[in-house]
């Protein structure tokens, strides 16, 4: 997710739960019992043919309360403590993964469902003994004792989503990790798993993480100067990443990040991890930058943003697609494109075309696309270097977790996706700006001070992968009458044949457009009342099936 290494921003005394026990174990704690919320999904092969899952979430482990048998904290701040974990196998030994109860679900970490597949995670929560800022939750399969497995090629993923609360500086995620099913069981110090969050990876190979396959991440550990909430172990925890969506109400991208490794790896050393610190970036196991389709960086600062001016307008809900092309049209093919269609008041909008001088007209993520626009925008090409659309698809095949998320930037102040980046190059060099944010906003602390109010939240709701009825269209050819086509779109019927103004001349690879069995229902909208920083996804996310 962008080129930030410090993905989540926790500001209480969070301890994670540690007891003293008589061997080497990423034990559980006893004090409260452990419950994943529901949040239900439905897939469907074809129209007609669904199938509701009941699914659930569970709460990344670096959010779990850590203490020893005592119930003195094993982690306090961004601190652990030197007498019980002085190295990895005593702080293993010692300290457990408390579970998360219902109540603490809520008024701990603020996260809520309404149990037909509507939840909400609140930015800023301020709790009895702690403010927790930010979350991260994983999807369980039906068992919940493992992660849901996606596999998205020669698929679409469809989700409904409100940003008009996410000011400069948050991002409200989605995306996909190649996490293990397992989350790290087949450790043998790892006795928690999926239920406790366990086995977190991205393409930044995060340092922040407290366990890591199965033990604490203690060794070597470097509070953070910025963050009193966290810090950098000696280990990262690296993997492919899709991001399907990072956003706020500014500016929002979806990319694909490769790695050189397969399922989750540790790394150790700065240069296998790739740490930003020591200036070896681009010699890590994974493509941090990834290749991104950012509408403002590629050329049309008049697509997407606050306002009836934008095309899409962030202040008001939406619906994305994204699709996932493969070269035959099958489930076994090689991943060559992603593409990106909204849906929104009625009216369907394809992507936006680049406009930068020298680029290609490009609307979608494609391996060509990714390696012209390294070369314009002047930035190293590790994308290629990874393996690129075709390791992706590769990593798709074995499986993704989706990871919802909503956190702040320490490192970079999410500037990569809003703002001028680096914040001290020019503007009106290609690849530079990404947002209209100031250069000097973002600031976690800022943000954090500003919204410490209980309703700021994230929502997301029901997860519906859909059967696909797919139509080839022309690449540059734009709908005239989307409302025709949205209310087919609602109620599942055939796609009529869409009207089309004057052509213009299309790349040789077509682009397919869907149509979803989707039924109609009532959208309701869950909005902070009284906090600008709030991302909604309702009603659906989707898979579909071409």
């Known amino acids: 997710m962008g080129t930030n290494t410090q993905k989540m921003v926790v500001l209480t005394v969070f301890a994670i739960v540690f007891l003293a026990i008589g061997c080497l174990s990423q034990n559980t704690g006893d004090v409260k019992e452990n419950v994943a919320l529901k949040f239900p999904i439905e897939v469907c092969q074809s129209e007609g043919n669904c199938q509701k899952v009941s699914t659930s979430v569970s709460l990344d482990s670096n959010w779990h309360w850590i203490h020893d048998s005592s119930g003195t904290n094993c982690y306090d701040g961004n601190l652990w403590d030197s007498v019980r974990c002085p190295d990895p196998a005593t702080c293993t030994a010692n300290c457990v993964l408390e579970g998360s109860d219902q109540a603490d679900w809520g008024s701990t970490y603020g996260v809520t469902v309404d149990g037909s597949g509507g939840m909400t995670l609140q930015f800023v929560t301020v709790g009895q003994y702690s403010t927790n800022i930010g979350s991260r939750m994983f999807l369980l399969d039906e068992s919940g004792d493992a992660y849901y497995m996606f596999k998205l090629k020669n698929k ?87 991001d399907i969506w ?53 050329g049309d600062e008049t697509f997407y943003g606050p306002g009836s001016n934008f ?17 035959d049209g099958t489930d076994n093919g090689n991943l060559v494109e992603m593409r990106r269609i909204y849906l929104q008041n009625g009216n369907i909008i394809a992507n936006n075309v680049a406009n930068i001088p020298g680029m290609q007209a490009w609307d979608s993520v494609s391996q060509p696309m990714c390696d012209e626009q390294k070369k314009i925008f002047n930035d190293p090409d590790d994308h290629t270097e990874k393996g ?20 702040a930037d320490t490192e970079s102040h999410m500037l990569w996706l809003d703002s001028t980046f680096p914040a001290d190059s020019s503007p009106s060099e290609p690849g530079n700006s990404r947002g209209s944010c100031p250069t000097d906003s973002g600031v976690p602390s800022d943000l954090q001070n500003i919204m410490v109010v209980p309703q700021s939240s994230t ?25 025709q086509l949205l209310q087919h779109l609602l109620v599942g019927q055939a796609l009529p044949q869409p009207q089309m103004e004057e052509e213009t001349p ?41």
């Open 459 to 483: 929502s997301m709701s029901r997860l519906d992968p859909l059967a696909l009825l797919s139509r080839v269209m022309p690449q540059q050819q734009q709908l005239v009458v989307p409302t």
């Open 311 to 327: 095309k899409v307008d962030s202040t008001k809900p939406l619906t994305l697609v994204t699709q996932f092309i493969t070269d």
């Open 246 to 298: 990072e956003a706020n109400t500014i500016s929002t991208a979806f990319t694909n990040h490769p790695c050189d490794v397969t399922g989750q790896f540790r790394c150790e050393s700065p240069e296998e991890c790739g740490d930003n610190g020591s200036n070896n970036r681009y010699d890590g196991v994974c493509d941090k930058d990834g290749c991104d389709f950012n509408h403002w960086r590629m």
């Open 156 to 242: 679409e993923f469809t989700m409904d989503v409100d940003t008009s609360e996410l000011p400069c500086g948050l991002n409200g995620a989605v995306y996909f990790v190649e996490m293990d099913a397992d989350g790290g069981l087949h450790y043998p110090s790892n006795k928690a798993g999926p239920p406790y969050g366990t086995g977190y990876c991205d393409a930044q190979c995060p340092h922040d993480l407290k366990w890591v396959n199965g033990e604490a991440n203690c060794e070597t550990w470097i509070p953070s100067d910025v963050d009193p909430n966290s810090g950098f172990g000696k280990y990262g925890s690296c993997c492919f990443e899709l």
């Open 506 to 546: 299309a790349r040789e690879d077509p682009w397919m457009f869907a149509s979803h069995s989707v039924q109609k229902s009532q959208q309701k909208y869950i909005r902070s009342v009284s906090s600008n920083a709030l991302l909604i996804v309702h009603n659906k996310f989707d898979i579909s099936y071409f």
């Open 388 to 407: 690129g659309m075709k390791t992706m698809g590769e990593s798709m095949d074995r499986g993704q977790v989706l990871v919802m998320s909503i956190w």
